[in-house]
């Protein structure tokens, strides 16, 4: 049952009989993905282009009624860095809503840089893969509700769906829903997926893994990749089972904005926060 998944900064809608609920809210989640200090996107991983100023958009959405905002530090594991956490540290004090970091993290240490620099969560995905301890460590230190863990996954020419690593530059032999699992035992509170083969399309979210995912897993499963239109987004609440849809470009160049977003998701009876 997916309300008896734990989802953090998430609260349940009442109804019209007090005591009783309909849910939980599923959450709408701008992603900043950070290149040079700059806001990018791109196109399946590729194709990157200026999108903005993080702190002002960051503050931009949280005014608009987000329920949280990602930042993703896109380069920091190639190039061997940490996050920037000074950066971290400015949009956090721009924004009243969850704040999920991610990029380089890679010890409890470099969780800790980024709590106090304002995280509410960190995301690792690389770091997490090649030491898996990573997961239990950060869990054991913070809470599970603390660790998100971001899968960047391709399916194949054979139809399954494998996980990529160093920002989808890496393609492994481990089937996503696999390691999914894996994560979630050893400590993840919640799983962030992004399908490569939607990034950036714009052409409708992964709907099969996104579903296979969250009936099996006990814990949220964030949608990311391919939200182009309003309908996509019911599209991934009620087909894909997600808990919470990720987008970028159609915020950063303003083709949806987030008011009217969850308005058209109220009118299409999916639960969200307005």
Known sequence: MKDDKI??????????SEGQTIGLAKRIIPCLDIRDGRTVKGVNFENIRDAGDPVELGALYAEQGA???VFLDITATV???????????????HINI???????????DDASVLLKNGADKVSINTAAYKNPQLINDLAKEFGSQ???LAIDTRMEDDGEWYVYLSGGRVKTETKCLDWAKQAVELGAGEILLTSMNHDGTKQGFALDIT????????????????GGTKSHFVDVFTQGKADA?????????KEISIPDLKGYLKENNIHVRI
């Open 7 to 16: 989802s953090p900064g998430v609260t349940s809608i009442p109804t019209m």
């Open 67 to 69: 329920d949280e905002l």
């Open 79 to 93: 190039e061997k860095r940490k996050t920037l956490s000074e950066l971290v540290n400015r949009i956090a004090r």
């Open 98 to 108: 969850p704040f999920t970091v991610g990029g380089g993290v890679s010890s409890v």
């Open 146 to 148: 603390f660790v998100v």
């Open 211 to 226: 579903r296979q995912l969250s009936e099996t897993l006990p814990v949220p499963i964030i949608a990311s990749g391919g």
């Open 245 to 253: 849809a990720l987008a970028a470009s159609i915020f950063h160049f």
